[in-house]
């Protein structure tokens, strides 16, 4: 049974006091510095820092609290939990980069293609508007005529209508942490592990536990992991998955399918909105939509981002990697991420150089070695599903902590799908 909830409106007040859901982050054997911004900030310099925050090293989820002092009257509070940031003493290994000035150049071309087009883009675009019928017929057929499928779970499934970059793996994790602290105490997260060096179905961890390293299960896959107490589970089929999961006790089981709109399963279809919209509001390969946009009607549940749910933003530094008050804090900002435009508004100053890969691309430790070098830089400046591929390298890392809180109305929308026919299961 589906329950089909719409949420339309321009604002959504609601009487009570909004529960904010903010991601745990990655643990940490280090102690940490944190800088709140709420937007680009300004003049951010490492003396205004006062923290007092040690994360244990092991993979357990632990609440922590930093503060930041701009001045003797002002503090803000973050709960926050990381892997530590400099966590071994690895040093960078003799192999050549993978990655070459092209795959960055690609990059660029993607998102001015889609998102910031030139005149020749656009000529380009129309053209290739007959493969977008095409395709947009394909994906409609697949959408609306074929069979649903039933499974003994209740499936939650984040999607978004475009290709990218909409916040489903931060999403994700503050809604999983948000249900578990409703009582909810068995969750699954399914991805397709994107980017993995790993076939087939591999359950990534278990209540918590990681049980398998980031190579095989993914970068977004092993975020999830590492800030929630959920199971994930990596599949290239959605399918095997739910059936992996109904062969273990689901009854009482949620799922949280990760880009799933496009499957025709009995689900509560979330599909998110990103602030940054593409240029034309065409399907590939003419725009960057998988579905028409009209599609934002037709799930269960469409949220906007800055009205349904807001980003906040915070930097991690390593407390060893904190240079003294007379030195300068300079960047060098490295992105694998899809659309790393978005990062601009949360962006702090003094980054030297930009340095974008493909989404999921892997990062070489020498090539940023050498960037830190070249421009004199202090600090690597990355997100965390960046970072989770990089535990092993010895460089002095600034984390862009991207954390989702939801709104409560929205909030409010999914427990009632979950509730249906007794479903809620507290914990005690």
Known sequence: MQMDIKHDGESMESSEEKDSIKSKNMKSSKEVKQIETKSAPTNIKKDSIDSNITIKSSWKIESNEARLEKDSKDSVKSNMNTESLVNTNTECDTKQSKTTESSTNKMGFIESYFFYPSFWHKILAFALLPFSCIYALI???????????????KILSIGNLVSGGSGKTPFCIALTNYLQTKGYTDIYVVLRGYKRKSKGLIQVSSNGAILVNVAQSGDEAM?????????????????????????????????????????????FDILLEPKLKPYFPFVLPSGYYRFPESFYKKCDLHLKEDRDYKRSVSILYAKDSIQDSSTETTYILAAAIANPSRLKPYLPENIVYEYYLADHAEFDCNTLKTLLEKYHATHILMTQKDYVKCLDFNLPFALLMLDIKIESSALKSIESFLNIESFLVKQG
Do not use: G, P, W
Not at 142 to 147: A, E, G, Q, R
């Open 139 to 153: 994906t409609l057929y697949k959408k609306c005529f074929t069979k649903k499928r039933n499974f003994n779970v």
């Open 223 to 267: 975020l999830i992991a590492m800030q929630t107490k959920a199971s994930v589970i990596v599949s290239e089929s959605r399918i095997k998955a739910l059936e992996y999961i109904q062969t273990k006790d689901s009854k009482h089981s949620i799922v949280i399918l990760d880009d799933a709109y496009r499957f025709n399963f009995n689900k």
